[in-house]
């Protein structure tokens, strides 16, 4: 969203083009941490896991309505 030019070019060099070079991952690194992209898809995913949390609350109580809610609980507290 809020890539400038020159990261656009970069990601696709890198990603869709496949041409990595040495010093390609402190780049990504960089730009991440200057677009704050790491906060924004945590962000992103918490929002996502209270609407499927919500879902859950709609459905009958079933054997695996508890495992679906600690998965999501799981996939926003991992660290990996």
């Known amino acids: ?36 992209a790491l906060d924004q898809s945590k962000n992103l995913a918490q929002s996502y896991a209270a609407k499927a949390a919500q879902a859950l609350e709609k459905i ?8 679906l809610s600690d998965l999501i609980q799981f996939t926003i507290d991992r660290n990996y």
């Open 1 to 36: 969203q809020s890539a400038n030019p020159e990261d656009k070019e970069f990601w696709d060099r890198t990603l869709v083009q496949k041409q990595q070079t040495d010093g390609d991952l402190e780049q990504a690194i960089k730009i991440l941490q200057e677009r704050n």
């Open 60 to 67: 009958p109580d079933h054997e695996i309505t508890g495992f």
